[in-house]
């Protein structure tokens, strides 16, 4: 059982926006701006989208926006395009001796 | 343009000792402003956090995993190393290397390609 809870699967069509939760506790993101978002095609590795929250890295598409309340952060994509089918991944600081957690992943299917 | 580049055996026998090393170029694991440590993937499954060091060799792990984990750095080759001993079938996944900000939840804002190591006899 992974230490945030994601849906298992979310889809959309072309065009259409989307929006994946990830809940951790107030050891992580309740507490803590420190909310990450990773993007994975099969076969490859994690790419960052999101970090703080909010903030997307050089390079990535402003389809692509965070936000969080209480101790659910939330990746929406909109203007969704076939190119964006892949894995997402959730990660957190936690104020634990284990320091970064993950979700399990939501697979994304534009349909 | 940073690149990371994951190297070792890809077979590794139960109860032995999995070895990794990851190559950096682009930039200097001796810098401040960022960590460098390793992630994994189990076949089919979600990410695990191995382990992180810092510039000053300090060095943070998953408590899961901290009894059997050795990270290092040598800053002359600008490499990384991750030694993971007493290995099970459980250990087999894709191990990446990814440069970090720990504290602020960064898994790795630069990834290498990943290596999958296989723990079987």
């Known amino acids: 059982q992974s230490a945030l809870a994601q849906p298992t699967s979310v889809s959309g069509s072309p065009g259409q926006s989307i929006t994946i939760s990830c809940t951790g506790t107030?050891?992580?993101?309740?507490?803590?701006?420190?909310v990450s978002w990773y993007q994975q095609h099969p076969g490859k590795a994690p790419k960052l989208m999101i970090y703080?929250?909010?903030n997307r890295p050089s390079g990535v598409s402003d389809r692509f926006s965070g936000s969080k309340s209480g101790n659910t952060a939330s990746l929406t994509i909109s203007g969704l395009q076939a190119e964006d089918e892949a894995e997402y991944y959730c990660g957190s600081y936690r104020s634990s001796n284990t320091l970064l957690v993950f979700g399990g992943g939501t697979k994304l299917t534009v349909l | 343009q940073l690149q990371l580049r994951e190297s070792g055996p890809g077979l590794v026998k139960p109860s032995e000792t999995l070895s990794l090393t990851c190559s950096v170029s682009g930039d200097s694991i001796s810098s401040s402003s960022h960590q460098w440590g390793w992630i994994r993937q189990s076949p089919g499954k979600g990410l695990e956090w191995i382990g992180t060091?810092?510039?000053?060799?300090?060095?943070y792990s998953n408590p899961s995993l901290e009894s059997r984990v050795t990270i290092s750095a040598e800053k002359s080759k600008n490499q990384l190393s991750l030694r993971l001993s007493s290995v099970t079938a459980a250990d087999t996944a894709v191990y990446y290397c990814a440069r970090q900000l720990l504290f602020r939840g960064v898994a790795g804002d630069n990834w290498g390609q990943g290596t999958l190591v296989t723990v079987s006899s």
């Open positions: 060091i810092y510039y000053s060799g300090s060095t």
């Open positions: 703080d929250v909010s």
């Open positions: 107030s050891r992580d993101i309740g507490n803590y701006n420190y």
